[in-house]
């Protein structure tokens, strides 16, 4: 019983955390930055948020280096950014590709604003469906794609006091189950400009945040949920993945 109430307790302030935040941010707003020969490199502009992300910055004067994976999408970028913007095609699983990356953006410049580690993938289904070689490509790209990336920008990210480095990660790192994957990429579709918005307040703002939950989903189910008990989550996360269909195989192997 006192558990209980501690728990309570706790998602209560986590709600009122996130309530005080949203009036301070929008009643006192910290200034961002004059973007004016900052230069920000983005990972993953294929789709989605580094897609948006790039846009966007571009738009309020940054000099944008937007890397892609698919040597298609480069000119196809390219058509939506200004002259100043740069875009070229990248595998963050490669080393020699990230030299490459690197010798080109120094010549740019000697000084990066932001490195925004964007570029990831996602292997949906359950675990015996997926093979070693998905996991490990999974983690190649989402985790040690992004730490080769931060280790060889460094140096030109520590030329300069207040830049800084922004990961994205999923919110399915506050909880797991088999579709959480698919539910995550549903939620965000709806408005994958809250995400965008998150990152752009990270790159210009005088005062970034530690760390970002964009959209009610995040900052008000699933971060409180984490700390529910587990027979709680798990009953919550069954109901959800109820919502979604498998194998007829599969739902028989559930019954036997």
Known sequence: MRQTIIIGIYIFVSYCEKVTYVLISTFFPTPNINPNDKYVLISGCDSEFGHGLAIELDKQGFNVLADVFLPDNVAFLREKLSSKATVFRLDITKQLDIDGAFELVNKET????????????????????????????????????????????????????????????????????????????????????????????????????????????????????????????DWLLSNLDKSFHVPAFFSQQLKD
């Open 110 to 233: 000697k000084v990066l604003h932001a490195l925004v580690n964007n570029a990831g993938i996602a292997i949906l289904g359950n675990i015996d469906w997926a093979s070693m070689e998905d996991m490990r490509k999974v983690m190649d790209v989402n985790y040690f794609g992004h730490v080769a990336m931060t280790k060889k920008f460094l140096p030109l990210l520590i030329a300069k006091r207040d830049s800084r480095v922004v990961n994205i990660c999923s919110v399915a790192s506050y909880l797991a189950s088999a579709s959480m994957s698919a539910y995550c990429a549903l939620k965000y579709a709806e408005d994958p400009m809250k995400v965008v918005r998150a990152l752009q307040h990270a790159v210009m703002n005088t005062v970034p945040r530690i760390r970002y939950r964009p959209g009610w989903q995040s900052s008000l189910g699933f971060f409180p949920e984490s700390h529910l008990p587990a027979w709680v989550v």
